[in-house]
């Protein structure tokens, strides 16, 4: 049971002939193998040759012995950001700092939940409410000194992070937990030309993919599904689920009343037209509800609340008779006599808030509602006397899943409208996790998942994108449990890394519009004779009929740094794509140009914008980027694709189905590109 | 005399209980059943080598709240530890690995209590920590390790009817085996929730089809409006009854047939409505081939009413499956789990609908409920876990391990190389075997920083004689991993010990809580290809 006493040797290392010598190599062809075969009882040369090497520092002697030294150097030299500090975050920082990694930037704008503790187990109970960034550098620093660790408590989306600060990373890991940030991400890491591993988890489900430029399939290669949404008169005036009610909870009423306004993305507009009419009284009723908002915090409030959103408009809506004709008509609600019969469930009061699984009675849903009233408008006036005579908007109490006050409040509200409605009602377990979009998550799949991206993180820092996978962890599939392909390609029509980008240098206060157009554009990029436009977000700059601005300077424009221009070929034989250019301001530009490409000792190769109808490509071993998309299957894949990618991601929303990026529909040619032998096949699947 | 570590849990306040909101998402896979049983379970910890794989492994478990964990581990700490094992840190340096780790383990969750041996620094006695210190509801341990200790786990595991799992990590590669004490029953698998419906359309009773046909007697006089909303059950039962009034009496039942009959109710659907179509009939089209079919009973099941177990001492599991059983055989069919999915329905008649297959539900399962109490030693089953039983009976899963047959490794060893062949033609990706063998050869050595690759090849051919027989292209791999094992030189990689513990920890919580079915038995990782392969050793 004793570790093992001996000296460190380390045989093979760092020959390429061993098998993954260093770093995760790829396995070289068999014919390669097997120098290191050596008589027994004589000592390897290249055994031999490490006792001559300076022995790595004690603490350093496993990683050194299994990635060999040339991995060691790239690892110790390599600068990695982390985007998130949640559930894969925490497990990321530990193999980072364990790997070697010597610098690593963190940042994360959350703070530490209760709920993160079953997993994130950086974090303490007295850490909570503390920044997540913060407190994970504290306990990983305290590990390994020598590492050097800068956390950020902050947005990655902040104007902070641009693309020069993106470009000073060699790599980048995604833990995130939404689709918003995880685009924002994509998005820099391809304008940066930095290389991301991301990655999510779900429950036990679980997936790591490799993006680099120009290489790999972007985040956005596949389409993502938006979050789901409902007509506003099925929440408003027609509820016939639970879910209806719950949104109408979250969504309308406390929103309403303590929020802002409306929470309008969970609506979908697309048949208000055909229900003007009664989009109208909903307005109504929304501003009479904004009315008794004036009463908040004193002892007639609960039962306004009560009267005018399970009364009033209830007998207005039931009034409607012809949208009853079919459904069951909702029946309105008396606050007295409910309160009546409420009193022994008021007497449990405590108990009733503890339980949690079962489904309340709706004399406990009406104990409930005023009690979480009380205190969401307790807290509501303390906010708004801290909030006395500052400045900016005012205070709002938005829905939280964690917070037990706003939880209490929406799934009262909710049951309470589901009685009126005939509704089943659903208990406050259920409703947290319909209400709150709440994705399992435990310590076991982040662990997995993280440690597969570092994984992957070897090959990258080895610049072997084509040696990359994606890998999702298949818990169905008690044969493999990690399933993976081949990494994808580009999807010639992804909205996001079809386009070429590129950033410059501008001196603003210098630049004209002339000498982006002239300078940048037709010399640097290429574009000579070319028709094409520049606009950016505000609208067109610039095109062949609109030529005006010319002479003006890019600041007079309104044009700032870290923006982005679009140049579009107007060309119709074989334009380039799209080009969108970011613009990094820098004052200091030698010469005479105030414009100068970052990459300037780079010539720009744009691609053509795909054509219409492709050819089949010729499935070729091992060519697979000339071959647009054509997607290559391993025979393990441990589930149908569209099975897999569903499984994947913490994404706020489950991830869609994988868009075909094959263009045609050879569906039937999948190639086998063995990892292990080089050997690349064609198998025609019947 | 137990020295035991535990935090003084702060004081927790609000409702739900601070608990249940610390475990929010993970009670959301396992619930409050698994998740008590995770608390009340105790975790054997045997570690060696470099150590980190256990250490990975238990925070895993510390983590979702086991109830305790006790490490045996003579080790002490030294520099080398400090850089793959992130539980030690320089304070440690000098002092037993297992206590060193066992303080920071329970750091992690105030709600864990942490155990370690020998104390005092006492020669660890494996025989005290198994005998005085248990019971144990499971025993990991790290290999390598001396044989005469993997044999004292085999033999109280064996005892103690306790699942034992080895695991070994070293460099990129690592490897882990449950070894189940005997047959391993699961009810709660949580099969996927699409492939739960059972709607029973072709064996409907008298409740459901009273139901139906007054939904659907004058089904053609039905404004827009109904007949829009009419369930798609509804709609279904309808069109099977007109079905077999054309048809002898028989239910539709080849794929010809099916198709058919999905054209009947696709035709019957009204499209002069200002939709021009009806989603409850394209919902009811949909559902045509899955859900119009008799019961069956699936193979998993079958297994389970299969299986000798004529043991004098029957566990709950056997007495309930034997009442399923008789149920079967009496009914031709399961108890029907009860659930209903989604459906276009007017609200009030989804939920009639609803709840007569919950009724029904109940009366199956009181069925059942009663031929359990009638059983010996049924009298002292919960009904609740026979709801459970019936509620998930299509699902049922046993685990039948064969343990320790020694010829099973050749038969492994014939198939793996067998599939190798076809690796070459790159038909196939190429078996993980090399790398457990490789691993099972060292799993006794406690060092090869001075061993040769052909030292351990020649151990491989020991445990598998046919490699002598091998191609060179098939013997090569062998070879290599048995240089890969050579150059990890006993070390661990951090991140591979982590991606075991991660898994090893997620098996065992399958394992623990009952629910999810664990793999059966032996689990191979390749940390270079990030590829895994599960075998049945
Ligand atoms: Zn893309």
């Known amino acids: ?686 | 005399m137990t020295e035991v570590i535990t935090q003084t849990p702060p004081i927790l306040t609000g409702a739900p209980s601070d608990k249940e909101r610390k475990y929010d998402r993970q009670l959301r896979l396992w619930a409050a059943s698994g998740q008590a049983a995770l608390e009340s379970s105790h975790i054997l910890l045997v570690n060696s080598g470099t150590g980190t794989v256990g250490i990975e492994t238990l925070k895993n478990l510390v983590l979702p709240g086991i109830g305790k964990f006790t490490i045996a581990d003579d080790a002490i700490v030294r520099d080398s530890d400090l850089g793959v094992n992130f539980f030690l840190d320089e304070d440690g340096l000098g002092k037993s690995r297992a206590q060193h780790c066992t303080e920071l383990l329970v750091e992690l969750n105030p709600e864990v209590q942490g155990d370690w041996f020998p104390k005092n620094g006492e020669p660890l006695s494996l025989p005290d920590v198994l005998g005085n210190e248990g019971p144990y509801t499971a025993v990991l341990y790290a290999l390598p390790v001396h044989p005469r200790c993997e044999l004292l786990l085999q033999e109280y595991c064996n005892q103690n009817k306790t699942p034992l799992i080895a695991v070994h990590s070293t460099g990129f590669y690592a490897d882990f085996k449950i070894t189940f004490p005997g047959p391993f029953p699961v009810v709660e698998t949580h099969p996927d929730v699409t492939a739960t419906t059972d709607l029973r359309l072709l064996s409907p009773w008298d409740e459901l089809i009273d139901f139906a046909r007054g939904m659907t007697k004058d089904i053609d006089s039905l404004d827009n409006h109904e007949h829009g909303h009419l369930p798609f059950v509804v709609i279904l039962l309808h069109y099977l009854d007109v079905w077999k009034a054309t048809h002898n009496s028989a239910y539709p039942s080849t794929y010809a047939e099916k198709v058919a009959f999905r054209k009947m109710v696709s035709e019957a659907a009204r499209t002069d409505n200002p939709e021009g179509g009806e989603e409850n009939f394209d919902e009811a089209v949909a559902a045509v081939l899955k859900t119009v079919s008799p019961p069956s009973l699936p193979g998993d099941v079958k297994e389970v009413f299969a299986y000798e177990h004529d043991s004098p001492i029957r566990s709950s599991f056997w007495i309930i499956a034997d009442a399923v059983k008789e149920f079967y055989e009496k009914h031709g069919c399961l108890p029907l789990p009860g659930g209903l999915p989604d459906m276009k329905a007017q609200s009030s008649v989804y939920i009639q609908l609803q709840n007569i297959y919950k009724r029904k539900a109940r009366r199956d399962a009181a069925e059942v409920f009663e031929s359990v109490r009638r059983a010996s030693g049924g009298d002292a089953i919960d009904p609740a876990e026979v709801d459970l039983f019936c509620k998930n009976a299509a699902f049922v899963k046993l685990i039948n391990p064969k343990n320790n047959d020694p010829e099973r490794l050749l038969e492994v060893a014939d198939e793996e190389l067998a599939n190798d062949e076809m690796a070459k033609e790159g038909i196939m990706p190429p078996s993980l075997f090399p790398i457990y063998l490789a691993l099972r050869a060292t799993a006794y050595t406690p060092s090869v920083e001075t061993s040769f690759p052909e030292d351990i090849l020649k151990d491989m051919m020991t445990l598998v004689p046919q490699l002598g027989d091998q191609e060179p292209y098939a013997h090569e791999r062998y070879e290599q991993a048995a240089q890969e094992v050579i150059r990890g030189a006993s070390g661990e990689l951090h991140n591979v010990s982590a991606v075991m513990g991660g898994m090893v920890a997620q098996e065992m919580i399958k394992i623990i809580t009952k629910q999810y079915i664990p793999i059966n038995n032996t689990c191979i990782f390749d940390g270079i290809g990030s590829r895994c392969q599960v075998l049945r050793l």
């Open chain 1, 1 to 686: 049971m004793d570790p093992p006493q001996t000296k460190a040797s380390t045989p093979a290392i760092a020959t390429p002939a061993t098998n993954g010598a260093g770093a995760g190599a790829p396995a070289p062809p068999p014919s390669s193998t097997s120098t290191q075969t050596t008589p027994a009882g004589t000592t390897p040369p290249a055994r031999a040759l490490q006792r001559q090497r300076p022995a790595p520092k004690p603490r350093d002697k496993f990683y050194f012995q299994s990635l060999g030294p040339s991995a060691t150097f790239n690892v110790k030299q390599a600068r990695v950001l982390m985007v998130g500090a949640g559930g894969i975050g925490c497990e990321l920082l530990k193999n980072l700092v364990l790997t070697g990694f010597g610098e690593i930037e963190v940042v994360d704008l959350d703070t530490i939940d209760l709920s993160n503790l079953n997993r994130q187990f950086l974090f303490r109970h007295e850490h909570i409410k503390k920044s997540k960034a913060l407190v994970a550098k504290e306990a990983a620093q305290a590990f390994n000194p020598q590492v050097n660790i800068v956390a950020h408590h902050a947005n990655i989306k902040d104007s902070q992070f641009n693309v020069r600060w993106f470009r000073g990373f060699t790599l980048v890991f995604n833990a995130l937990d939404n689709l918003e940030a995880r685009r924002h991400v994509n998005w820099m890491c391809l304008a940066a030309d930095v290389p991301l591993i991301e990655s999510g988890t779900t429950g036990f489900n679980g997936n790591v993919q490799v993006i680099k430029k120009g290489v790999t399939a972007c985040y956005d290669c596949t389409e993502k599904p938006v979050p789901k949404s409902f007509p506003v008169c099925t929440i408003r005036s027609t509820p016939s689920q639970p879910i209806h009610c719950i949104v109408w909870g979250k969504s309308y009423l406390l929103s309403e009343v303590f929020g802002a306004s409306e929470d309008e993305a969970a609506y979908d507009h697309s048949e208000d037209a055909d229900n003007a009419a009664e989009i109208v009284e909903l307005k109504k009723e929304a501003a009479a509800l904004r009315e008794i908002r004036e009463s908040l915090g004193t002892g007639a409030f609960p039962q306004l609340l009560f009267d005018k959103v399970f009364n009033a408009d209830i007998v207005r809506l039931a009034s409607m008779e012809d949208v009853w004709k079919s459904r069951k008509k909702p029946q309105p609600l008396d606050y007295r006599t409910l309160l009546e019969r409420s009193s022994s469930a008021l007497a449990s009061k405590e108990q009733i808030l503890r339980d949690d699984q079962r489904c309340w009675s709706l004399e406990e849903n009406l104990v409930v509602f005023i009690d979480s009233l009380d205190r969401l408008s307790k807290r509501m006036l303390e906010l708004k006397k801290a909030h006395q005579g500052a400045s900016g908007p005012e205070p709002v109490i938005e829905f939280d899943k964690d917070d037990v006050d706003t939880l209490d409040f929406v799934a009262a509200a909710a049951n309470i409208r589901s009685a009126v409605f005939g509704i089943e009602p659903k208990s406050r377990f259920d409703i947290k996790e319909m209400a709150g979009n709440i994705i399992p998550a435990i310590a076991t799949t982040n662990a997995i998942v993280a440690s597969l991206s570092v994984l992957q993180a070897f090959k990258v820092l080895r610049g072997e994108f084509q040696q990359t996978k994606e890998l999702f962890l298949a818990p169905s599939n008690l044969n493999r449990l990690i399933g993976y392909t081949r990494y994808s390609l580009p999807n010639p029509d992804c909205p996001v890394c079809s386009v070429y980008q590129t950033s410059v240098f501008v001196d603003l206060s210098k630049a004209t519009l002339n000498d982006l157009v002239d300078d940048f554009v037709r010399l640097q990029l290429g574009y000579g004779d070319k028709e094409f436009a520049v606009s950016n977000e505000l609208g067109p700059l610039y095109d062949p009929e609109e030529t005006e601005n010319l002479p003006k300077k890019l600041s007079e424009l309104g044009i700032k740094g870290d923006t982005y221009l679009t140049v579009i070929d107007e060309d119709d034989e074989d334009p380039f794509v799209n080009v969108v250019i970011n613009i990094e301001e820098a004052t200091d530009l030698v010469e005479d140009k105030p414009i100068k490409a970052v990459a300037a000792d780079q010539k720009p190769q744009i691609p053509r914008r795909p054509k219409k109808v492709q050819p089949v490509a010729v499935v070729a071993n091992g060519t697979a980027p000339q071959l647009n998309g054509k997607r290559r299957l391993e025979p393990d894949a441990a589930e149908p694709s569209t099975k897999r990618r569903r499984s994947a991601s913490e994404a706020e929303e489950p991830q869609a189905k994988k868009a075909k990026t094959a263009p045609s529909g050879r569906d039937d040619v999948i190639v086998i590109d063995d990892d292990e032998t080089g050997q690349g096949v064609v198998v025609l699947d019947d």
